[in-house]
């Protein structure tokens, strides 16, 4: 669902982003030597991934949008 939203919101298709072998890795590991974890896919989506794996970012709907909600 968070590489549905990045995408969308940056106007980029979700497979350039990430894979779902990168989704996957990342699931086991922070340090993933993927490349959604590399410059600019780092920067886009990566750093979001960790924090909702680490339970610092939620996501939410508001309506029928998915909206990302920090957490404390």
Do not use: N, P, Y
Request: proline content about 0%; aromatic content about 4%; charged content about 40%.
């Amino acid at each position: 669902m968070l590489l549905k939203l990045v995408a969308e919101t940056e106007g980029v298709a979700a497979k350039v982003i990430a894979t779902v072998d990168d989704l996957e890795e990342i699931a086991a590991d922070d340090d993933a030597d993927v490349e959604a974890l590399k410059g600019w896919r780092r920067e886009m989506f990566g750093e979001k991934a960790l924090r909702l794996k680490r339970g610092q970012l939620g996501l939410s709907f508001d309506g029928r949008k998915v909206i990302t909600i920090e957490r404390g």
